[in-house]
T-cell receptor, first 115, second 112 residues
Framework: SAVISQKPSRDICQRGTSLTIQCQVD?????MFWYRQQPGQSLTLIAT?????????ESGFVIDKFPISRPNLTFSTLTVSNMSPEDSSIYLC????????????FGPGTRLTVL | KNQVEQSPQSLIILEGKNCTLQ??????????LRWYKQDTGRGPVSLTI?????NTKSNGRYTATLDADTKQSSLHITASQLSDSASYIC???????????FGRGTSLIVHP
């Protein structure tokens, strides 16, 4: 199993500012995933973060808007840059773990409100 | 386009009653199907994972079924408890790419 913590748990930010979300895992994992969950919507994958290489972004998400760091095998950050009210969402960190890496674990999420 | 549709969107039941949530998908090729429970303010937690050859899998009071031919799955909750109030998310993972497609979830409220 994997235990994931995220900081902050929630924040209220002003338009135009940036917020960095931290994700810590209690075990070493190859890939870490960042998701966005907007109200009433399904989870949407933002990017996959591999240690030692640049993150891979999904369609509709760009590095300038969502820069990601992955300095080691247990930690990652996601920055939401130049925020607008449309960025208000829950941001979730996730990893796959287990003998067959067939179980996906999620952090508690960061609830972001942009005014 | 790979899609996962869940129904109903929301459900209210009385404590002690049973309920069944539905999931239809168009994901192809298929690798596995997962059901998650997401409490308010928390991240999703895995309930069951089923591969192509599995028709049913239980986890306590939760029983998931899979019909790979019709591309349908259900999650049956027996003797519901107040703590079952949550969003239940169906996720289908495609074979080869192993990319998960998430449903929007069913919001379940259990009343005393």
């Amino acid at each position: 199993s994997a235990v994931i913590s995220q900081k902050p748990s929630r924040d209220i930010c002003q338009r135009g500012t940036s917020l960095t979300i931290q994700c810590q895992v209690d075990s070493q994992v190859t890939m870490m995933f960042w998701y966005r969950q907007q109200p009433g919507q399904s989870l949407t994958l933002i990017a996959t973060a591999n240690q030692g290489s640049e993150a891979t972004y999904e369609s509709g998400f760009v590095i300038d808007k969502f820069p990601i760091s992955r300095p080691n095998l247990t930690f990652s950050t996601l920055t939401v840059s130049n925020m607008s009210p449309e960025d208000s969402s829950i941001y979730l960190c996730s990893v796959e773990a287990g003998a067959l890496t067939d179980t996906q674990y999620f952090g508690p999420g960061t609830r972001l409100t942009v005014l | 386009k790979n899609q996962v549709e869940q129904s109903p969107q929301s459900l209210i039941i009385l404590e002690g009653k049973n309920c069944t949530l539905q999931c239809n998908y168009t994901v192809s090729p298929f690798s596995n199907l997962r059901w998650y429970k997401q409490d308010t303010g928390r991240g999703p937690v895995s309930l069951t994972i089923m591969t192509f050859s599995e028709n049913t899998k239980s986890n306590g009071r939760y029983t998931a079924t899979l019909d790979a031919d019709t591309k349908q799955s259900s999650l049956h909750i027996t003797a519901s408890q107040l703590s079952d109030s949550a969003s239940y998310i169906c996720v289908v993972v495609s074979g080869g790419s192993y990319i998960p497609t998430f449903g929007r979830g069913t919001s379940l409220i259990v009343h005393p």
